[in-house]
């Protein structure tokens, strides 16, 4: 069954129901008032001839004649004998007994054995008994053809509602079970359109909704697609990466173990393990450095005098470069916020790819200075750069971007991701650029945090 056929069957069943519950309630006032009318007019008549029984019976005949009463009564001596002086239009056939008599004495009561009356009786002297009664037969006819009125009305206000609801609220439902329709497919990994909605505002709010809520899933399965694809590309370079050196050492060992080889040769094999070994150690370390980074950014935050910092990083490196003119325009009072240690990693790596990836006597250009609300420090060299296409990506874990830049020369690929990387945990960026030396051009720039 549809949503609009169950929506539909639900308000007719309850309009039903409240039509019902509502006409029923009606009814049994009716029925009460209309009683309390009968018991009215039967206790006028008692209440005439109380305290006087000898004219008890005159003063009731008076009392039902003057009120046109359409009442029956009769009198009842002891030998349970029966004279009625009075007849209702409805009469009473069935003669009443002593014991109907003793059980109405004090109030308006009813009986098996006279169905369809209800009745009193009062005292009248010599052993007698006046015996009022009513016959109920006109309210019972009254209550049958409202109950049957009712009934009608509850069914014609429920077939109202149920077309009003059917046409009012269609456009509604419509739209919903579309959606419903449409949210299955997508839990199916159906690629369909959102459904257009043409009812109410809360029916097109809710359609907003959900298709803001596909979208956050479709985005959620997608980054994490790509993390998975990311963590099983990462797996399989670091094997590669480690492979190597593992192969190395693995050829060098069953070396050693060969007979007949010189000491000079040992001594070469033992001295290339052991660069493999250191190797692996760093490209391990690497990959610590780079989970701590991604992990926790944020530890051990502090303020950290850049110019200072630079300016000493910049000293020990002309220091180990003699061959090198290292040029530096360092703006003092340079101040950023984050962990000292990050910004010692992240310079090292800067000034290391220089002297890995450039030749002997290269230039080197080192700035620090403020731009607005930034801080940007800028490492260029005049190297042969990155491939033209290379410039302005963000770096990936073990890409090498041109063949000099090879294990070679002692690269694992993770130099330019972790300065990216941690670049991005001191709320910077890092950037690639043709630098104006020639070679490859480095800017990191920081927010200080200032308004611009």
Known sequence: MSLANRLTAVLLAMTLIVALGVGWYAVHLSNNSQYATLDSSINAVIDSGEGHPLSALSDALYVVQQNNSDLTLDVIDQTDSTTQVNSGKVP???????????????????????????????????????LVAASTSSIAAANRSLELRVALVALVAALVMALVAR????????????????????????????????????????????????????????????????????VGDAS????????VIQGYSELLTTSGVSDDEKRDAAQRIKLQVVRIDALVSDLLFLAEVRDAPLR???????????????RDFETDNP????????????????????FERLISN?????????????????????????????????????????????????????????RISGGSGLGMSIMYDVAQALNGRMTTSRSDLGGLALTFTFDTGEKK
């Open 92 to 130: 009473l056939t069935i003669a009443p007994t002593l014991a109907n008599v003793r059980s109405s004495l004090r109030s308006v009561t009813s009986a098996s054995n006279l169905p369809g009356f209800v009745f009193r009786s009062i005292n009248i002297g010599g052993g007698s008994y006046l």
């Open 167 to 234: 046409f009012v609220v269609r456009p509604d439902v419509q739209s919903i079970d579309r959606l419903i329709h449409y949210a299955s497919a997508i839990a199916r990994d159906e690629d369909i359109a959102l459904p257009r909605s043409s009812g109410s505002s809360v029916v097109k709010e809710l359609r907003t909704s959900l298709d803001h809520m596909v979208e956050s899933l479709r985005s959620a399965i997608k980054v994490e697609k790509d993390s998975t694809d990311a963590m099983q590309r990462f």
């Open 240 to 247: 590669h990466e480690l492979r190597t050196p593992l192969t």
């Open 300 to 314: 051990d935050k502090g303020d950290c005098n850049l110019s200072e910092f630079l300016a000493a990083k910049v």
């Open 323 to 342: 061959d090198r003119e290292v040029r530096s325009d360092i703006e003092p009072g340079m101040v950023v916020t984050g962990n000292r240690e990050y």
């Open 350 to 406: 800067a000034l290391t790819n220089i002297k890995k990836y450039t030749p002997n006597g290269t230039d080197v250009s080192i700035s620090l200075r403020k731009l607005g609300a930034s801080i940007v420090m800028k490492v260029d060299d005049a190297g042969s750069g990155l491939p033209p296409h290379a410039y302005g990506l963000a770096p990936k874990r073990f890409e090498r971007f041109e063949e000099s830049r090879s």
